[in-house]
């Protein structure tokens, strides 16, 4: 499979709220702004966790402080049941829906509705036996990085590619929710560019499109980013989500930034080349016949920049003229060439 570059990805996760038309509305509010792919997260509270009370399943702080982890979960997730018509859905209106499996039950699940790659989640990176089971489709794989250092990245990859996984898709990502800008180092997208010599991207958990524009420069080139619609306030992730609108900005952004980039070197950008001509030249302010000497009662420095550039001024003072120059006529090179100055 072909990815665009960037590839820009609307990840849907919980803020659906458990309205199965809300969650066709996020997939068509995705398609509008202009992301290129639609990903949902496949599990049952029961592929997750257990169902237990006590502290080891509890969170106690951050913004799903007070759930139990079955009961985040279970509030969260997509039902199995949604994933053929959304996937139908996502079809019929021209973007590409994929997801992040949570079990290898949910993979085989994914593998009948023909999902065309895989996403692995940051918490997940670490369970080599999903992470195998996923490569085994063969298809790209993109893992998230969150919380994991280079060794663990790298004992990842490593089982990824020798379980077949032929395309790897790394991103950059920090797994606090909201995440805060002092949380970021994006110079570990050019790390992981150079270690794995893979795509690298962010999966963006930021407020805003700075750090996806700084991403951009860094080398990043898949942006996963949380959606809602316009105007939504509930939701288990609206707290950094994109909305509605706030989504094609995001993806304006992003394009625009990577553009910028892929421009070759050259210092004169078109638009000045275009603008010279209301730079100073040199005119005649007289009319000159063959053989008079220029001098300053008879050529000036002025605009527009139809003449030779004023760094000839002085060094065609006092020579002769080569040709007759009507008043309002700019020097043109044929005189530098007649006069044999370089």
């Not at 298809?139 to 969150?146: F, L, N």
């Not at 490593?158 to 994006?186: E, Q």
Request: one cysteine or more; aromatic letters at 10%.
């Amino acid at each position: 499979m072909k990815f665009k570059n960037p590839y820009i990805i609307a990840e849907i996760s919980g803020n659906h709220c458990g309205s199965f038309e809300k969650a066709k509305k996020l997939i068509k509010c995705a398609k509008i702004n202009g992301a290129d792919a639609v990903k949902l997260q496949t599990y049952t509270a029961d592929m997750m966790t257990i169902k237990s009370s006590k502290n080891y399943f509890k969170i106690n702080d951050g913004l799903w402080k007070g759930y139990d982890l079955w009961d985040l979960y279970n509030k969260a997730h997509t039902p199995l049941s949604w994933h053929p018509k959304l996937f139908n859905y996502a079809k019929e209106i021209g973007i590409t829906l994929f997801s992040t499996p949570f079990s290898e039950e949910a993979v085989d699940y994914l593998e009948k509705l023909n999902c065309p790659f895989y996403k692995v989640a940051s918490f997940e990176m670490t369970d080599h036996p999903l992470v195998a089971k996923i490569s085994r489709t063969k298809k790209p794989i993109i893992i998230s990085t969150g919380m994991a250092n280079l060794q663990e990245i790298e004992a990842t990859v490593r089982i990824a590619k020798k379980n077949g996984a032929k395309k790897i898709i790394l991103l950059y990502c920090v797994s606090n929710y909201p995440s805060d800008i002092n949380d970021f180092n994006l110079a570990n997208i050019e790390i992981l560019k150079k270690k794995f010599k893979c795509d690298v991207g962010l999966s963006d958990h930021s407020k805003g499109n700075l750090i996806a524009t700084l991403a951009t420069s860094m080398g990043a080139e898949f942006f996963e980013k949380h959606i809602a619609l316009d105007n939504q306030t509930d939701g288990v992730d609206i707290e950094f989500s994109a909305k509605g609108s706030e989504i094609k900005d995001y993806v304006k952004t992003i394009r625009d930034s990577s553009k910028l980039l892929k421009k070759k070197s050259s210092y004169v950008n078109s638009p000045d080349k275009k603008m010279k001509l209301f730079r100073r030249s040199i005119f005649a302010i007289k009319d000159i016949k063959k053989g008079d000497l220029f001098s300053k009662k008879n050529i000036k420095r002025i605009r527009p920049g139809n003449g030779i550039p004023p760094s000839y001024y002085s060094l065609i003072l006092g020579k002769k003229s080569p040709k007759n120059i009507n008043y309002g006529e700019p020097i043109k090179n044929e005189v530098i060439k007649k006069l044999n100055l370089k």
